[in-house]
C-alpha cells in the first residue's frame, strides 16, 4: 500500500509500504478514506524524537473496515467508522473511569515513540486498529468525512478544553491559539453556553475565521485589554491555552480572572514555573486536559449532527495522497490552517 511516511530531516515523503494485517483477536483493518495533518505531526516530524525513517504518519482517520478479528463484536466489513488518535485496552481500572490516555496499553497512531510504543499511522491506504471495540466508533449517517475525521482528535481535544473547564452558562472564555484546535475549543465553548469567547491569535486569517464563527477575534498585544473590556475589568472567567509551553501559560495567566480556571491542551515540552503566590492568592484552578473520542463519543457526535458545531470549517484544502509532502510544508508555514488527504 501507500503511506505518507517520515524522511527524516524534518521531511515526509509518500511512499510503498507493507499493508497492516490482523496481529491480535481486537483488531481491524481500515481502508482510510479522509485523514488529515495536525499539528501534533508537524511537531514529530520537525523533531524526529522516537519516529523511524521510513515510519507511517497520522492519527486523525475515517474509512470503512475491511477485516475484523474474532474478538471484534461492534464493528463489521463495511462499517463506515472514525478512529480516536490513541489506543486503549477499554477493560483495564483506567478505561472503566473513562481515563483512556492512562490506559498501560496506550499506543499513539504514527507518531513513534513519543507517547509509547509505536503505532503506525493512518495517512495511509490501510490502517491496523488494535482493541477496535474500543477506539474505533460508527460514523452515522448524515455526518460527512470531512467532518468526522475531527472527531478523533482536533474536535475531541477542543472540546475536551470546554468540558474540563466546566464554565457556567454566560461566562466569558479566553482562548489562546487560532489553529485548529483553538477554533474548535471556541467553537464547542459557544456550543456549551459561553457568553463571550475571545479568540486570542497573531495571524490575520485565523482572527478572520474566529470572527466569522462567533467568537471576538483580537491579536495578541489587545488581548488584555479586551478581556478586561469584556468583563468590567476583572479578566475571562475561563482561559484555555491552545499554545502550549511557558508563554501560553504564562499568557493565559494575565487573562484569567480571580478565582479564575485555566485549561492547557497545548502541547507542552518542557518545564514551567507556576506563579504559585498568585495562583494561591487568587485561588486559581489550572487544569490539563487531552481529547478522547472514546469517552466523549456521544456528545461530539451529537454537537456535529444538531450543526452546534461544524469542525469542517478549518479545513482549508483537501489534497490527494501524493499532495500531502506539500500540504505538510504550507501547514508548517502557516500557509495553511488545516489539511485534509483524500484516499
Do not use: N
Not at 49 to 73: I, K, Q, Y
Not at 100 to 109: D, K
Not at 129 to 149: E, N
Not at 160 to 181: E, F, I
Request: net charge negative; aromatic share 4%.
Amino acid at each position: 500500500m501507500r503511506a505518507v511516511t517520515f524522511a527524516g530531516d524534518g521531511t515526509v515523503r509518500v511512499s510503498d509500504v507493507p499493508d497492516p494485517r490482523l496481529e491480535q483477536p481486537a483488531d481491524a483493518i481500515v481502508r482510510v478514506r479522509r485523514a488529515a495533518v495536525c499539528g501534533t505531526d508537524l511537531h514529530t516530524v520537525a523533531h524526529g524524537d522516537g519516529l523511524d525513517v521510513g515510519a507511517v504518519l497520522g492519527h486523525e482517520f475515517v474509512g470503512e473496515v475491511v477485516e475484523t478479528g474474532a474478538a471484534v463484536a461492534a464493528h463489521r466489513p463495511g462499517d463506515t467508522v472514525v478512529g480516536a488518535d490513541f489506543t486503549a485496552c477499554g477493560s483495564c481500572w483506567w478505561c472503566r473511569r473513562g481515563d483512556h490516555w492512562e490506559c498501560p496499553q496506550r499506543r499513539f497512531f504514527g507518531t513513534g515513540t513519543a507517547f509509547g510504543p509505536p503505532l503506525p499511522g493512518a495517512q495511509a491506504e490501510l490502517v491496523r486498529v488494535p482493541f477496535a471495540d474500543t477506539v474505533l466508533r460508527a460514523v452515522p449517517d448524515g455526518i460527512s468525512p470531512d467532518a468526522a475525521v475531527f472527531l478523533g482528535d482536533t474536535l475531541a481535544t477542543g472540546y475536551a478544553a470546554v468540558r474540563r473547564a466546566d464554565p457556567l452558562p454566560g461566562d466569558t472564555v479566553a482562548v489562546l491559539g487560532g489553529g485548529p484546535v483553538g477554533q474548535l475549543a471556541a467553537l464547542a465553548a459557544q456550543a456549551c453556553g459561553a457568553g463571550t469567547v475571545l479568540l486570542v491569535e497573531p495571524v490575520a486569517a485565523r482572527r478572520d475565521l474566529a470572527g466569522r464563527e462567533g467568537s471576538v477575534a483580537v491579536d495578541p498585544a489587545d488581548a488584555q485589554p479586551s478581556a478586561r473590556l469584556l468583563t468590567d475589568g476583572r479578566g475571562a472567567d475561563v482561559v484555555i491555552d491552545a499554545v502550549g509551553g511557558p508563554h501560553g501559560l504564562d499568557a493565559a495567566f494575565e487573562l484569567v480572572r480571580r478565582r479564575g480556571t485555566v485549561v492547557s491542551v497545548g502541547v507542552h515540552a518542557g518545564d514551567w514555573s507556576l506563579p504559585a503566590g498568585r495562583a494561591f492568592a487568587d485561588e486559581l484552578s489550572l487544569r490539563f486536559a487531552i481529547g478522547d473520542l472514546m469517552r466523549d463519543g456521544d456528545q461530539l457526535l451529537a454537537l456535529v449532527r444538531s450543526g452546534a458545531v461544524d469542525p469542517a470549517v478549518v479545513a482549508e484544502e483537501t489534497v490527494p495522497l501524493d499532495g500531502a509532502p506539500d500540504a505538510y510544508r504550507r501547514m508548517a508555514r502557516r500557509r495553511t490552517l488545516k489539511s485534509l488527504i483524500a484516499l
